[in-house]
């Protein structure tokens, strides 16, 4: 016991055991997910690099399965894999078996329930279009109510605990329920207009504000801080050594509270986000570097003492090399977040090697790592083939390497092609196309690190599975004992000045003020951005010839949402010379302002489009480039879009999408939405018509028109009468 | 736990807090001054920062766009001298730096119907690096096709897109295609023109 007052009476004795058969059912989900996200990101990561891979099916296109492959990983693979390390670690850090059983379960199947509706909705194109949130409404509120079950287990069992103070791991789950709650409602918020189908209740550049604060936190709270919570508690019990400094532990937990949120803007560094956002994005990631390497240190510096055993020790390997690709992450970060590093940087590679080196490196090898530990514990039996550990490192290891070389390498061939000009000052590679053909054989490296790295993951959970196949006919189920928490405890008066610290002993001991302290920390930061985002209104000045997009045209906005197009096209020229030669005018804040989701999209694997609408582009031809866009563009990882040639637009559904974005301020008229169907089949016929003219004919009410409705449209606004910002 | 310290790394003289969980101890070790000194730095480099970029004179992303946009305008005034006529084209094509533009403008926006190596486009644009042609007899029709479109098909006015001094550098460069051998090109359509003349 951590009972410094001897003076307390001792509670009495108490006897309990642990839940551990809900830890042994996220093990299993987190390996078994983990193996189907690593494999569609295979499969994504081969379209890449051979368009033909998309199999010419409208369910299996890039677009639509890039989504999956992120929310499998983070939400499916990551997310079981924390709930198994909350779980486990929390019974025993505090002496208690978990609040409910039956919690646990509803918890456990409803998050399953929530993955599997995940991977059926996003291959048919249910998608809310913004990044890492893309998953419908319904969904939505599933995953609020079973994070409030998780919440309300984790919570209920601190308050059963029969150890007085907090340990460091505990104080990350704090962090981590928190946040992702405040994260997940307050960016999902949309008006339903139909089953699965919704848009988001803020527009544009407010829009944009709001999806990095909760990407950029995501990555924060849910791939970070239960991560770090994980490593205190299974890298101490794994290497046998005390943790290197309770004093940097609070320091570090504290500082990364307060200063996270903030970041999130420097994912929208040079777009149309006002300045002031961007340079608190930039200042506090940069100030974020040593709250993030004092996780880092505490880990490293725990292992004093025990390094001769991580060479022999394949479990310690996965946890110091996922430490250590936290920390060359964490550095990478604010190195990113620079903005004169970040135009560079944007739209490319870099930053999927940057996410990878973290999520490959330091989730996957910290869930492993965690996985490898548990197992013998779990299952009360021998790690089947100790010897396929060992390979399973070794395996992800080279993979990981081969994946991030070949892909940084990528990042930095196409951001310095894209800025490239020659001696006379022209742009040295102004066919995009060639920017992404150029990268090719790096694509195919990636493959081959990728399939690595999911081979080690097939090892790993065949392990897992021999080894279960050998557990005990019952499971034995240890007894503990311990004393309830006495009541009338007070710590011992802390002694020093701020900075000694001790005055956190006795916070510890309070759950509930401890939380309350998280909650300012993610809160506060939120609204000191948030607020100024919302009110000012100069940070959007209005352009009174941008208007809402036609019936039509807002249809084919819904079809490049449900396409997943922002998975590789960006909406967004950025105020760089380079950008706008080669795309046109950079955009404006006020030509987003009906703009719900936005889609200025975070990677250009093809051009950008906002200014597609200027372009000398004909009906006929964008409909070539859908039909076949290698065609068009020869060697373009495009995937063709015939189905869009063959299927009928659904005109019913427009008056009711239009009806829910009047609801949150598209200034659509009554009249409008009432003659919604009428007017969008004319303006498809007006398509067809001009599709006519170039001996394509057969495409009245076909989808295709209202794409093309919708392309011709983008960014056209700006150039139409008084298009000056007023 | 396992007291087993390596030779090299005696962390015997660590104060060890009476702190347990589940086993777990903890060091009261001190924060390591270079972790201070550089967190204090990252939080100082607030102050200089945010004054010289956004109370002085420091150049924000919008000053150094337009700082670049003057720095071009200087250089091609608003979009250089236009070639008129032939004769005009013919002498645009025989400078690199005429060339270097039109070559560049080309291929942001033409190759998207006439392919980047001007072999032209199945359903869309025509070859243009042999000699049959379908709308153009002389050097000068091909500028008067990109400012005015040719109604019925693909090739819209190139007017919203290019200033004509570009126009013409791009219709040069269109030009000095006719003889080159593309990857791919398409089959010849329109009939055999004579060769560029500036008459």
Redesign the interface.
Not at chain 1, 304 to 308: E, F, P, T, Y
């Given at each position: 016991?951590?009972n410094?007052n001897q003076s307390a009476d001792p509670g009495v004795m108490e006897r309990f055991s642990y839940n551990d058969d809900i830890v042994r059912k996220f093990v299993f989900a987190s390996i078994g997910w983990g193996v189907v996200g690593l494999l569609v990101g295979v499969i994504i990561a081969l379209q890449l690099a051979d368009s033909r891979f998309n199999l010419g099916l409208e369910w299996t296109s890039f677009g639509r399965l890039r989504p999956l492959h992120t929310n499998a990983v983070i939400f499916a693979f990551a997310g079981n894999g924390i709930f198994a390390a909350v779980y486990y670690?929390t019974q025993?850090?505090v002496?208690a078996r978990l609040f409910s059983d039956l919690l646990s379960k509803i918890h456990f199947w409803g998050w399953q329930a929530i993955i599997v509706s995940a991977a059926l909705s996003f291959p048919f194109g249910f998608t809310t279009g913004k990044e890492y949130a893309e998953l419908e409404w319904p969904i939505d509120i599933a995953i609020t109510l079973i994070w409030v079950v998780f919440a309300w287990n984790f919570f209920g069992t601190l308050a059963k605990r029969r150890?007085r103070?907090l340990?460091v791991a505990i104080w990350f789950y704090i962090a981590t329920i928190i946040a992702i709650a405040v994260l997940h409602i307050f960016n999902s918020l949309a008006i339903p207009a139909g089953v699965m189908k919704s848009y988001s209740l803020y527009a544009g550049v407010e829009d944009a504000f709001m999806q990095w604060w909760y990407g950029h936190n995501a990555v924060a709270f849910f791939l970070t801080t239960p991560f770090l919570g994980l490593m205190?508690?299974f890298l101490?019990?794994a290497a046998?050594?005390?943790?290197?400094?309770?004093?940097?532990?609070i320091?570090h937990f504290w500082?990364l509270v307060f200063i996270y949120i903030w970041a999130g803007p420097h994912h929208l560094h040079?777009t149309a986000l006002p300045?002031?956002a961007?340079?608190l994005g930039m200042?506090f990631s940069?100030?974020l570097?040593?709250?993030s390497?004092?996780g880092m240190?505490n880990g490293l510096?725990t292992l004093?003492?025990?390094?001769?055993r991580v060479a022999t020790d394949p479990i310690l390997k996965f946890f110091v090399v996922g430490i250590t690709f936290y920390g060359m992450s964490t550095f990478e970060g604010p190195l990113l977040s620079i903005?004169a590093v970040n135009s560079l940087s944007h739209y490319t590679d870099w930053t999927i090697a940057h996410v990878h080196a973290g999520a490959l490196g330091w989730v996957g090898f910290m869930v492993y790592g965690m996985v490898y530990w548990l197992m013998p514990k779990l299952f009360q039996t021998k790690v089947a083939k100790p010897g396929w550990v060992n390979l399973h490192f070794w395996l992800a290891t080279v993979g990981i390497v081969f994946y991030i070389v070949a892909i940084y390498i990528a990042g930095l061939s196409q951001g310095l092609m894209w800025r490239a000009f020659?001696a006379?000052?022209?742009?040295q590679y102004?066919?995009?196309?060639?920017t992404v053909t150029n990268l090719n054989s790096m694509y195919w490296l990636r493959v081959v690190g990728g399939a690595l790295y999911l081979g080690g993951a097939v090892l790993g959970g065949i392990n897992l599975l021999l080894t279960w196949k050998a557990r005990p006919a019952t499971y034995e189920v240890p007894v503990y004992e311990a004393p309830a928490l006495a009541k009338g405890y007070k710590d011992a008066p802390s002694k020093g000045g701020f900075m000694a610290m001790n005055w956190h002993r006795s916070w510890e001991g309070k759950p509930f003020k401890f939380t309350v302290w998280v909650v300012i920390g993610v809160v506060s930061a939120s609204l000191f951005e948030i607020i100024p985002t919302f009110i000012i209104e100069k940070n959007v000045p209005t352009i009174a010839s941008v208007k809402p997009y036609s019936p039509l045209e807002l249809a084919g906005r819904d079809i490049y949402i449900a396409e997943g197009c922002y998975n590789c096209h960006s909406q967004m020229v950025r105020?760089?010379?380079f950008e706008?030669?080669?795309f046109g005018e950079?955009s404006k804040a006020g030509e987003f302002v009906y703009d719900h989701p936005f889609q200025w999209g975070s990677r250009r694997i093809g051009p950008d489009l906002h200014r597609v609408g200027?372009?000398?582009?004909?009906a006929?031809?964008h409909l070539?480039h859908f039909d076949n866009p290698q065609?068009?563009?020869?060697g373009t990882m495009m995937p063709s879009y015939k189905h869009l040639l063959k299927k009928d637009l659904d005109y019913d559904v427009i008056p009711r999408r239009m009806t829910a974005l009047k609801s949150i301020g598209v200034p659509y008229s009554e009249e409008e939405i009432l003659g919604a169907v009428e007017h969008a089949t004319a303006q498809s016929a007006a398509v067809a018509s001009q599709l006519n003219?170039?001996n394509l004919t057969g495409f009245e009410n076909k989808r295709v028109t209202a794409m093309i409705a919708y392309l011709q449209r983008l960014g056209t606004d700006i150039?139409k009468g008084d298009g000056e910002a007023q | 736990m396992s007291e087993n310290p390596t030779p090299n790394t005696d962390p015997s003289e660590d104060i060890l807090l009476d702190h347990n969980y589940d086993g777990i101890q903890e060091f009261d070790n001190p924060l390591p001054g270079w972790w201070k000194a550089i967190f204090w730095a990252t939080i100082i480099f607030c102050v200089p920062y945010t004054y010289w970029y956004h109370f002085a004179d420091g150049n924000g992303v919008y000053d150094e766009y337009d700082a670049a946009v003057a720095a071009k305008m200087e250089r091609e005034g608003a979009g250089g001298p236009v070639a008129e006529g032939a004769s005009g084209l013919m002498a645009l094509m025989d400078d690199p730096t005429h060339m270097a533009r039109g070559k560049a403008k080309y291929s942001t926006i033409c190759l998207a119907c006439h392919a980047a190596d001007g072999g032209g486009v199945v359903g869309l644009g025509p070859n243009m690096t042999d000699d049959h042609f379908k709308n153009v007899k002389k050097i000068e029709d091909i500028l008067t096709i990109m400012e005015d479109g040719i109604p019925g098909t693909a090739m819209l006015s190139q007017a919203a897109a290019l200033n004509p001094g570009e126009m013409a550098d791009v219709a040069a460069y269109v030009a000095s295609l006719r003889g080159t051998t593309p990857a791919n090109p398409k089959e010849p359509e329109g009939e055999v023109i004579p060769p560029w003349s500036a008459e």
């Open positions: 016991m951590s410094s670690s025993r850090l002496k150890e103070h340990y205190y508690y101490p019990k046998g050594r005390p943790v290197f400094s309770y004093k940097l532990s320091l500082s040079y300045e002031w961007s340079t200042l940069v100030m570097w040593m709250p390497w004092g240190l510096l004093r003492g025990a390094w001769n903005k020659t006379e000052g022209y742009l102004p066919d995009f196309l060639q105020p760089l010379h706008t030669e080669r950079y200027s372009r000398p582009l004909t006929g031809w070539r065609e068009t563009s020869p003219g170039e150039t | -």
